[in-house]
């Protein structure tokens, strides 16, 4: 599933969600380049709030974060985003 997420202009960009641990995010920019993942198989996945961050100067425009899961079962996810973190 892709979520698109409108982003305006800041220091930085952060995704946080929280997910079962079968479900990988991948987070894109508007230009079409991964700019962070948070996968399954790995430590973080674990975790019950997981992030992405983006330490780089973010301008307008719409991302998207690619939500994919290892097994059939529907599931619930809940996303935030943040920016301007210091």
Do not use: Y
Request: net charge positive; proline share 2%; hydrophobic share 40%.
């Amino acid at each position: 599933m892709n979520v698109s997420i409108p982003v305006n202009d800041a220091r930085n960009f952060g995704l946080s969600f929280t997910a079962a641990g079968t479900v990988s995010a991948t987070l894109i920019d508007d230009k079409g380049t991964v700019v962070g993942t948070n996968l399954t198989d790995k430590p973080e996945a674990s975790h019950i709030v997981r992030s992405i961050f983006v330490d780089r100067a973010i301008t307008k425009g719409i991302w998207t974060v690619r939500l994919q899961s290892k097994d059939r079962a529907d599931r619930e996810i809940i996303l935030s985003t943040w920016s301007n973190a210091n």
